[in-house]
């Protein structure tokens, strides 16, 4: 009861903060309105209005929702908020901020909001298929690495790469023979990766070998949780599973690319 109760209270104090902020924009109630808009437009034009139902499908375990919120934020709401960028950008700092702090004290803030937009909206879609569908529009610089020269700009361009193949599954997964490749195409770009990450690691100082080591062992664990699901999915298992395991993998792309940037110097 004492984590329900923690759970609400910040939850509410996340929508103060964003209340705030309209406050402090000047802005009538029709831009929040806008907001909103955009964020149903986004889903309803990334969903494909597939009919697979967003509520039902729990988030199984706490890896899963740090997944759904990065990328929640990563190509839903900070594309969006760049959007108002012109408008007033000292309000859209404030309101990056709400939304940020928001979700670091009650990670899945961000996954709830969605949630409550898609649900007064009445739209019919799968959360994990419209996130993996906008990893394909993703801003690519979360994954592009400029500094330590070629071995590590390699590291980031074969991760640029695989992400890009993996948000094509929502629209390629219906043909099978055209998924059939696509799968090689991943198996493919998979190892392309490791073989830059291999090329990469025996550069490192010995104290951050097992750091980026670990990272890769995580990223190889969740390489074969893919492929095991896609092996279930060709067994008759729903293609949502494939969506949520195809983002789970580009989670850990990204934390990995993250790794290397805030902490490696060759």
Same mark, same amino acid.
């Given at each position: ?6 759970? @609400? ?29 955009? %964020?149903?437009?986004?889903? =309803? ?8 139902? #967003?509520?039902?499908h ?17 190509v839903?709401? =900070? ?7 012109? =408008?007033?950008?000292?309000?859209? +700092?404030?309101? =990056?901020?709400?939304? %940020? ?10 996954c ?20 993996? +569908?906008?990893?394909?529009?993703? @801003? ?12 590590v ?60 080591d670990?990272r890769?062992?995580?990223? #190889?664990?969740?390489?074969? +949780? ?18 949520n ?22």
């Amino acid at each position: 009861m004492l984590f329900k109760f923690h759970h @609400c209270a910040v939850l509410v104090s996340g929508l103060d903060d964003l209340k705030k902020c309209v406050a402090a924009w000047h802005l009538h109630e029709n831009i929040v309105r806008f907001f909103v808009f955009a %964020v149903y437009f986004d889903f =309803r034009f990334s969903s494909g209005m597939c009919g697979h139902a #967003v509520e039902g499908h729990s988030m199984a375990s706490a890896l899963e929702q740090q997944c759904l919120s990065s990328a929640v934020y990563s190509v839903l709401f =900070r594309p969006l908020l760049e959007r108002f960028e012109m =408008r007033d950008p000292s309000a859209l +700092r404030t309101l =990056r901020t709400a939304l %940020v702090q928001a979700e670091r004290e009650q990670e899945g803030f961000l996954c709830l909001l969605i949630k409550h937009v898609l649900s007064k909206s009445q739209l019919d879609v799968s959360l994990h298929e419209s996130l993996l +569908r906008l990893q394909g529009t993703a @801003c690519s610089d979360d994954l592009k690495l400029t500094n330590g020269g070629a071995v590590v700009q390699e590291v980031g361009q074969r991760a640029t790469v695989l992400r890009a193949i993996l948000a094509r599954i929502p629209n390629e997964i219906g043909d099978r023979r055209t998924f059939l490749e696509t799968i090689k195409e991943i198996a493919n770009s998979i190892k392309k990766l490791l073989d830059a990450i291999n090329c990469l690691i025996p550069l490192l100082s010995p104290e951050l070998q097992p750091l980026v080591d670990q990272r890769k062992r995580d990223f #190889v664990k969740f390489s074969k +949780r893919f492929s095991n699901t896609l092996k279930e999915y060709f067994k008759g298992e729903p293609p949502e599973s494939v969506f949520n395991s195809a983002n789970q993998l580009i989670c850990q792309i990204v934390l990995f690319v993250k790794i290397i940037r805030e902490n490696i110097i060759l």
